[in-house]
């Protein structure tokens, strides 16, 4: 891939003072609420999403709890709780931004319409719009689940349908020019305040699921060209950049032509960006980005994978906050919350809690590239520390096992931020994509 100009010699990142200046970031992602949701119907119901009233009744622990199921989406209780949750921290620590990266429709992919795509979209809007009002930037990225069928983003103009309503929805937070590129590709980018940009990509034009790139697979929005030019002004000006989309890039349903154009654009803008935020997997995870320079492997950059906020597929609801410096925008902490369905459904009440802290839990120095490549290499040979990293994977929820096959997965995918890369580390570990210790949701 070529850019409009050589890249700058690299300025390696210093760690901030913890006595600096510091800014926070709320990343929620795959809210999948489901307004259909009844306590007390069938969780088992042998249909992609259950606890409805059509479902009938459930016995047991094929109820669905006043607080929601490991196997259905988010109730409406649930998530004003998170809210509230979410409001009682940002009145201690402050909320600056808010990043909120897709998938708000539920699992009923059989008996969606495009009204109702829509209007999932609208509730989460209005939902935070009531708990930050005008003084808190919101940017949105839209999910697979937008979509209508699911996973379907036609390309320009096809997806107007949704681009144009949503955009009208995040009017608030996004000048003329964003909403623009927003109506006609979903992706655009923002600058709130001097020295700082945020991109939100489309990720549905890498989306393996999505038929229409089986037409044209490599950019088929124009987005990556309109990123390259966003982030050559953005050093041009010497601003710092955050991103956020819905699919990781290095995750297998991000098609191997894109995602690979998206490392190289990743590898050639690292000194600028300065954090990624994704989602779409349900869980808590990340990909690092290397380079090779004269025969040498480096870090290069980090994608952030938080855990959903959906109890869908075994998950405790979570979310997540970043801290980072004012000045520099190196992200210095970040901190993560859940509750636990089990114990809210049997107290009566759920108990939001602090899960951890990114760099106490794992002894880390700070949250610099290198130092997550470092992780990565304690995490292949700890046993100790690779359990207490999949417990945080799958937010203490009741499938936090992994062994055999699921580890070299796990590992993999830490270590690969373009798909290709992913497929080539599990041909290399003699681990088949279809081995049945590989547990891979159904996003």
């Not at 709320?26 to 069938?42: E, Q």
């Not at 996004?174 to 939100?200: C, D, N, Q």
């Not at 931020?417 to 080539?424: D, E, G, I, K, N």
């Amino acid at each position: 891939m070529t850019f409009p100009k050589p890249k700058p010699p690299h300025v390696p990142p210093t760690p901030p003072s913890p006595t600096t200046p510091k800014k926070v970031i709320l990343h929620i992602s795959d809210v999948h609420m489901d307004p259909l949701y009844v306590a007390g119907m069938n969780a088992n119901c042998g249909e992609p999403l259950c606890c409805r009233a059509s479902n009938g009744k459930g016995n047991g622990t094929n109820a669905a709890g006043p607080w929601g199921h490991y196997n259905c989406d988010l109730n409406t209780p649930m998530w004003k709780s998170m809210l509230s949750h979410i409001q009682a921290v940002s009145n201690t620590t402050g909320i600056d931004y808010v990043v909120w990266t897709g998938d708000n429709p539920p699992h009923d992919v059989w008996n969606q319409t495009k009204e109702g795509q829509i209007s999932a979209t609208q509730y989460v809007t209005d939902s935070l719009k009531a708990v930050f009002g005008k003084n808190t930037p919101i940017y949105g990225a839209l999910g697979n689940h937008e979509g209508y069928p699911v996973n379907i983003f036609a390309p320009p103009p096809g997806t107007e349908w949704l681009y144009m309503p949503v955009s009208q929805q995040w009017a608030q937070w996004l000048p003329e020019e964003a909403r623009l590129t927003f109506e006609f590709g979903g992706y655009y980018t923002v600058s709130p305040e001097k020295g700082l940009r945020f991109i939100s990509l489309n990720m549905n034009y890498c989306n393996s699921g999505n038929f229409w790139l089986y037409v044209n697979e490599n950019d088929p929005a124009g987005e990556l060209e309109w990123m390259v030019k966003v982030l050559q002004q953005a050093e041009d000006n010497k601003e710092k950049v955050f991103i956020l989309g819905h699919i990781p890039p290095g995750n297998t349903d991000c098609l191997q032509d894109w995602s690979n154009l998206f490392h190289q654009i990743v590898n050639r803008y690292e000194d600028i960006i300065m954090g990624q935020f994704y989602g779409h997997t349900h869980d808590d995870s990340f990909e690092v980005f290397y380079t090779t320079e004269n025969s040498v492997k480096r870090a290069t950059n980090l994608a952030f994978v938080a855990p959903s906020v959906t109890t869908y597929q075994n998950k405790n609801p979570s979310y997540r906050l970043y801290t980072y410096d004012a000045a520099s925008k190196v992200i210095s902490d970040v901190d993560t919350y859940h509750v636990n369905l089990t114990d809210a459904n049997l107290n009566g009440t759920p108990n939001w809690i602090h899960t951890y802290n990114t760099r106490q839990a794992y002894g880390m120095p700070d949250l610099l590239p290198a130092s997550w490549d470092a992780l990565i290499t304690k995490l292949e040979t700890n046993s100790t520390l690779f359990d207490l990293y999949y417990r945080l994977h799958t937010s203490y929820g009741p499938d936090s096992t992994c062994t055999g096959g699921c580890v070299k997965d796990e590992l993999c995918g830490l270590k690969s931020a373009a798909s290709s890369l992913y497929m080539q580390c599990m041909q290399d570990s003699g681990v088949e994509l279809d081995s049945p210790d590989i547990r891979k949701p159904k996003c």
